[in-house]
């Protein structure tokens, strides 16, 4: 295996355990992270938990997906999304 190919390797395992271990948590419904979604306006702690959850999976489907096969679009957005939440 060569270098760039390695890189790439340890990259993408990098980003799939990121996006899996905080999807775990927004499926597990983190309070903290659910009190997040005040911020957007959503004041209901149940559509709230629904929201992180939905995001949750989509963040395992992601981390998965990114080990399969790296799609662009996939990796744009868990880009845009991973700036966005560390701005947070």
């Not at 996006?19 to 979604?37: D, P, S, T, Y």
């Amino acid at each position: 295996m060569n270098n760039s190919k390695a890189a790439e390797w340890v990259l993408r395992i990098a980003v799939a355990g990121e996006f899996l271990g905080h999807g775990v948590f927004a499926l597990r419904g983190k309070k903290a992270w659910i009190e997040w979604f005040s911020v957007f306006g959503v004041s209901d702690a149940g559509i709230a938990a629904q929201l992180l959850f939905l995001v949750g999976a989509i963040d395992v489907v992601l981390a998965l997906l990114i080990l399969i096969r790296p799609v662009r679009i996939a990796l744009l957005w868990m880009t845009v999304w991973g700036f966005w939440t560390a701005l947070l």
